[in-house]
């Protein structure tokens, strides 16, 4: 099979563990890099063995050799990257957040229809084994109608009010770098919210260092808190009308989920993909409680509550969205189904919402 050749634009820590993933698939080759500074570009090159190094994003998008720019600059950038790439004519994948907001993601989504070029937004997560599968296991282990998500992600980090995190013009914030995960996520279970009401900690430098947001549906609810100060349970709670599961511990790349089911007869089954058969006996309603207040999940009188489904990665877990690119452009998709432009767009104009709620009323 003929490798499939990348550009990367950004040279900084997620461009290494993507750079990373492209190196350990075998139909994957990197031509390109650039960087604002030849020197982190020329020092980037070496251990991944890319053949040129660029100081100019224009001539990375340019070269003829690139058939895909991977972006990995910070937020702030990647609205005007991606369109030098598509006018350039380059397939493009970019890092989440995709844009700053709705109206920049909706203008790359255009002008990629447009141009007739593939896009897509590097929201890993969304590509691993566990989040393909994820509809899939609501239905096969007959928990029936998703009713709520419970999402947390959090951790301290250091102030810097001219870092990234920090910095309004560049896109700072805990919504944007950490809450994003669960938007995606809320909107693969359930679409665009009917309502959104949010809460923010508006620090020194005037953006939010944490926040809740509370999404409501026509059947059901999401609850997401993102956070800079501390850190949080970091896992995701689905719950549904007939059972639920745990996403841990880290949802945004776990590679198993806890499972149970409002029937304590019988350990639903699911084919797809292994299914670890742990027996158990406990009272739904207490399992749900516990896991939902943060006691010690997995236990009620020292049995086990929920049946454990795992999905071990086959590969960098960076590898899978790249899978997915040049699965599309092999079969001459300009989008995902998985995560189409539409689904970013939507992610965007909620995250839009959320902020614009902070400062109503």
Not at 65 to 92: C, E, I, Q, R, S
Not at 120 to 141: G, V
Not at 144 to 162: T, W
Not at 215 to 242: E, M, P, W
Request: aromatic content about 10%; proline content about 4%.
């Amino acid at each position: 099979m003929e490798k499939i050749a990348w550009g990367i634009i950004g040279t900084g820590w997620i461009a290494n563990r993507f750079a990373q993933a492209l190196n350990s698939l075998d139909d994957a080759r990197i031509v390109a890099v650039s960087s604002r500074n030849f020197d982190r570009a020329n020092s980037f090159k070496s251990p991944y063995k890319i053949e040129r190094a660029y100081d100019n994003h224009s001539d990375l998008v340019n070269d003829p050799n690139v058939d895909v720019v991977y972006v990995a600059t910070p937020h702030h950038t990647h609205f005007a990257t991606m369109l030098l790439a598509l006018n350039a004519g380059k397939a493009v994948l970019c890092e989440k957040p995709f844009t700053m907001n709705g109206k920049e993601a909706r203008t790359v989504a255009d002008l990629a229809k447009e141009k007739n070029l593939f896009c897509m937004e590097a929201m890993w997560t969304r590509f691993l084994p566990l989040y393909r599968n994820l509809k899939t296991i609501i239905a096969e282990a007959d928990l029936g109608e998703q009713i709520a998500l419970r999402c947390e992600f959090g951790r301290p980090v250091p102030f810097d009010p001219k870092g990234r995190f920090f910095d309004p013009s560049m896109g700072g914030g805990s919504l944007l770098d950490l809450g994003v995960y669960g938007v995606s996520i809320a909107t693969l279970l359930f679409g665009a919210p009917m309502e959104i009401q949010s809460v923010a900690s508006i620090g020194k430098t005037k953006v939010d260092e944490q926040c809740f947001v509370s999404l409501k549906y026509q059947q059901g609810f999401a609850s997401l808190t993102s956070s800079f100060r501390n850190f949080l349970s970091n896992d995701a709670h689905v719950f549904c009308t007939q059972g639920g599961f745990r996403i841990c511990p880290l949802f945004i790349e776990s590679e198993k989920l806890e499972l149970w089911h409002l029937s304590t007869d019988s350990v639903p089954t699911v084919s797809i993909p292994s299914y670890s058969n742990k027996k158990h006996k406990s009272n739904f309603l207490t399992g749900l409680l516990q896991s939902y207040f943060g006691n010690k999940p997995g236990k009620n009188d020292n049995q086990e509550i929920f049946s454990t489904i795992d999905f071990a990665y086959a590969h960098n877990r960076y590898s899978y969205q790249a899978m997915e690119v040049m699965h599309c452009l092999r079969e001459g998709l300009t989008e995902s189904q998985i995560l189409p432009l539409s689904e970013s767009v939507l992610v965007m104009d909620i995250l839009d919402r959320i902020r614009e709620s902070w400062h109503s009323g």
